[in-house]
């Protein structure tokens, strides 16, 4: 399919800007390969520039439209501009849904537009390691502005929102009493409240509803990708944000502490599951699965005995 | 707020099927104590009786609707229910929220109705987790048909379809083009794809693309809460799942054995990840933390240190 590439070869093409080096790289990041973990060795020392903007709120809240308007805005101040559109609800294939992704074509041809999808693959922590990685490259390659976008308002949208510099909360209008309405947990992620599609009426009392809910807290914005409305002011308060945050260096930041610990955390959790489970799959769990399949044995019981095993064995 | 209960005292009144001793217990799950997993040992050999069935698909496709018809379908059998709804949504505030909720309250005064909403604490693979753990409650509390209902479309409700006996696919006429539409992760893990809203036009038009994507892999079947058509069909579809599952003590049973595989995999990677993560919180990992954030350091590098750290320091 594609031509083979040394990770060094990789890093060094996807550093410049090569897309098809970083569209490869990021299929290596999702697929977790040792080509991904050698490339990383390499770029991850030369990101730490990037802005992170998550962007995320229920199915249907406008998220891909917020974000085609805020790429024009963006490719309006010059600057190139990256996407990551994250979707954790596909873990069987191991797929990402490109569906929404077409909204995002009008800037299909600009070359200073980088816009791809995340599947998952294994667990909703991994998703957020594997964010956080793809993240860094593009931060190497040189985009100072990096989206995250994520398709729903699970518990993985919430690891992807709280490891951004900023996190975007989108709410269509009119939604106060749905189930899809804003969820507490997105909420205490939140930097700034997005209320699209500030054309129908609902919009300045969904609004104004979620000023009252949250008081000072935050910063709620109403946006209408019709005719642009409000999108300038939400670039200016993302660009705001960017500004305030710690210095490339200081080590300091919250967010950015954040991303250190869930990516050194999943990597160690990571290894050491693997082995653990590898070392755990033995004819005696086997026989031992059947019994608690069978109810003859309670799952507690079972894996103090395979713990205790696995304690007898040679050192993880 | 509850009086103080030993675990053998709170196993058997669970048994007994005292609703307090039952709503205490499944907090105690989810928040893992340790009074859980000892009455959990006692309660799972009584279990294996019950048939899980997961209930799934996008929100606004009716699934709270449907449930709340299925109860009173069950009910009219003359047996008790019991429904586990499921909400990874929330994990930052750990509270699940009971919206949907209010739609099955028709039941409420039923003693023999038993509803509770199992909220995330900690990664997505705990929630499947604790799930299982407490339909193993009320199964061995008498309930021979546990609904487990997932509020989205995310992994982790994927997690938790993918481990119930018999697994329905929700959806709603109409939504063929919507990124809500089911997912292929979804139908790869369903037994029964339920349309609802049957009456409204789409309906038919919405099975009938569902069935030519589908052939004659899966049934689809279309209900109507309003006058309730479809319903005494469904519980039909899902009573006959039942028959052809294994019986208990067979333990070869494929829903079964992954149960027992996601609750041992769960309970060893827990206590060898709490374990392995508590013995890597050193300062010298604070160091390398600060290192990553300020990519000073890459993160595998670091992972490799707190590895050969850990490798060296006392057996795991």
Redesign the interface.
């Known amino acids: 399919m594609t031509e083979p590439a040394t990770a060094s070869d990789l890093a060094a093409r996807a550093q410049a800007g090569d897309r098809r080096a970083l569209a490869r790289l990021l299929t290596e990041i999702e697929n977790r390969t040792a080509t991904a ?1 050698a490339a ?2 390499i770029l ?5 520039r990037a802005h992170l903007v998550g962007i995320t709120g ?3 809240a406008g998220k891909s439209t917020l974000i085609s308007a805020l790429i024009g805005a963006v490719r309006a101040t010059g600057r190139p501009v990256a996407v990551l559109a994250v979707d ?6 191991g ?1 990402a ?1 490109l ?2 992704r077409v909204r995002m074509m009008d800037h299909a041809g600009d070359r200073d537009v980088f816009i791809r999808s995340m599947a ?1 693959r294994g ?3 991994g ?1 957020a390691t594997a964010t956080i990685a793809a993240a860094a490259v593009l931060d190497a390659a040189g985009f100072p502005i990096v989206f995250l976008e994520t ?9 992807v929102a ?1 490891v951004a510099d900023t996190t975007l909360v989108v709410e269509a209008p009119d939604m106060g009493d ?3 309405a804003i ?3 997105l909420l ?2 939140a930097d700034i409240i997005v209320v699209t599609k500030g054309d129908r009426p609902g919009a300045d009392r969904t609004a104004g509803r979620l000023r009252a809910m949250l008081g000072t807290a935050l910063e709620v914005l109403v946006t209408a990708a019709t005719n642009g409305a409000g999108i300038p002011e939400l670039l200016d308060a993302i660009d705001g944000r960017a500004a305030g945050l710690g210095a ?6 919250g967010a ?2 954040a ?3 869930a ?3 999943g ?3 990571e ?3 693997a082995r ?2 590898a070392a ?1 799959r033995t004819a005696e ?1 086997e026989v ?16 103090d005995r ?2 205790a095993v ?2 007898g064995a040679p ?2």
Chains 1, 2 share one sequence.
């Open positions: 973990e990383l060795r991850y020392p030369l990101a730490g229920p199915p249907g954790p609800s596909s873990p069987v294939t797929g849904i569906g929404d998952s667990h909703a922590g998703l398709v729903g308002t699970g518990q993985a949208e919430v690891e709280a749905d189930v899809q969820k507490a947990g205490e992620v490339r260096g200081a080590g300091g930041d950015r502490l991303r250190a610990r990516q050194l955390e990597i160690v959790a290894r050491i599951q653990i489970l755990a769990t031992l699965l059947r019994a608690i399949a069978a109810h003859e044995v309670d799952p507690y019981t079972a894996a395979v713990i696995l304690d050192r993880v």
